[in-house]
């Protein structure tokens, strides 16, 4: 069956570094785009980044834009967020999403809290 499983979230002070992993299985990792979502209570499902299915070309939130990278291992069926200098404004819901045309798959959800 078709498995996104994010990790890597947790509790880290404003200035730090996490990053997040999705793994994935069941589909053909590689010919899909990979996403990455947030969502806090309240609010709407952000858009945070994205990555191409070749890898070769990204884009990301405003909000994010020179803090985060996303990346991709094709040959691990892995997608990954870098997130530096973390705000507690990042404090979120980060959820990994798959697309290919109409097909599409969300992960489970990993928890960030950025705090003091």
């Known amino acids: 069956q078709v498995q996104l499983v994010e990790s890597g979230g947790g509790l880290v002070e404003p200035g730090g570094s996490l990053r997040l992993s999705c793994a994935t299985s069941?589909?053909?990792?590689?010919?899909?785009?990979m996403t990455w979502y947030r969502q806090t209570p309240g609010k709407e499902r952000e858009l945070v980044a994205a990555?191409?299915?070749?890898?070769?070309?990204?884009n990301y939130a405003d909000s994010v834009k020179g803090r985060f990278t996303i990346s991709r291992d094709n040959a691990k069926n892995t997608v990954y967020l870098q997130m530096n200098s973390l705000k507690p404004e990042d404090t979120a819901v980060y959820y990994c999403?798959?697309?290919?045309?109409?097909?599409?798959?969300w992960g489970q959800g990993t928890q960030v809290t950025v705090s003091s």
């Open positions: 999403y798959a697309y290919r045309g109409r097909e599409a798959y």
């Open positions: 069941g589909f053909t990792f590689s010919v899909y785009a």
């Open positions: 990555i191409s299915s070749t890898g070769g070309s990204t």
